[in-house]
């Protein structure tokens, strides 16, 4: 039987290479994001890579009854539901003063209540099946902090949190694995796609990987389930930094912002980007920049 697998965020970056990577095994495959347009085309991509079978889900992880039916959905088609990815996740820019109070708590609510919507959901059937694999794209940003990015800081320091809970919460089912991922900076359009009330458009800092890359460290927990696994080499140098020399690194950080993480070629007015509703002429599998195979 080919392996069934939901994969959240399907329709662009991490998400939607991670669905290419799994097609290419010959997996069935069923693809969530909040916009069909978009989970059409990949769709049609995953369905040329070699996918058994595809089946499209627009949904949005914070409608919990709408990820049961995407799970009861795949159950009843494929038998099981082997692998979840949920790598969904909105970006907002700006100083906590500055951003609104109800973009801020969307952008925590996607990654939040998202994961465990999507836990909630997931986990008994794995427990039924025996067996089964959660493996969320976390981030560097789950582990430090930097200025203008205090809405995804706090979303992903409280994914981590959630994350370690539902580990030591499956400990009782050795057949259940539940993985962490988390790149540093990757060459998708969730930059440009962010809300931003700082005048610039976000871009990935240095160095940029590629969606590939990530989706290979997400597919590569199922053989190798990990706890927390940081998918770029310079990732534990920062954490390091910022741990053993925190007044150093917070002197250096807003500069380096400033210079590495911020495209100063794409200025906006203030916009909330695509964190209420899907923005489809911006999704896809890879940003402007080139990054590391």
């Known amino acids: ?43 049609a991509e995953v369905r040329a890579e070699g996918a058994a079978d595809v089946v499209v889900c627009p949904a949005d992880v914070l409608d919990e009854g709408a990820l049961r039916t995407a799970v009861d959905g795949a159950v009843t088609r494929f038998g099981s539901l082997d692998v979840v990815v949920h790598s969904a996740q909105v970006v907002a820019y700006g100083k906590i003063e500055e951003v609104p109070k109800e973009v801020f708590e969307r952008v925590v609510d996607t990654a939040l209540h998202g994961t465990a919507n999507l836990a909630r959901v ?15 794209v976390s981030s560097l940003l789950a582990s430090v902090a930097t200025p203008l990015m205090g809405s995804y ?27 962490a991922v988390a790149p540093g900076g990757v060459n998708t359009p969730i930059y440009a796609q962010a809300g931003s009330y700082i005048g610039l458009k976000g871009r990935p800092p240095i160095p940029i990987y590629s969606p590939e890359r990530v989706a290979r460290s997400v597919v590569a927990r199922l053989d190798s389930p990990r706890r927390l696994i940081q998918s770029g080499f310079a990732n534990p140098v ?18 380096l912002m400033r210079v590495f993480a911020l495209a100063d070629d ?9 964190v209420f509703e899907s923005r489809p002429a911006g999704n896809a599998e890879k940003g402007r920049w080139h990054g590391i195979p």
């Open 1 to 43: 039987m080919p392996q069934s697998v939901l994969i959240t965020g399907a329709s662009s970056g991490i998400g939607r290479a991670t669905a290419r990577l799994f097609a290419q095994r010959g997996a069935s495959l069923v693809l969530l994001a909040r916009g069909r347009e978009a989970l059409e085309e990949t769709a």
């Open 266 to 274: 794409h200025r906006t007015e203030p916009t909330e980007g695509n």
């Open 238 to 255: 920062v954490i390091l930094g910022f741990r053993l020399f925190p007044a150093v690194y917070d002197a250096l950080v807003g500069p």
């Open 153 to 179: 800081i706090s979303a992903k320091w409280g994914q981590l949190g959630l994350i370690r809970v539902l580990q030591q919460e499956t400990r009782d089912a050795p057949g259940i694995h539940v993985s």
């Open 122 to 136: 997931v986990l008994p059937v794995f427990r039924r099946q025996g067996a089964g694999d959660l493996v969320i």
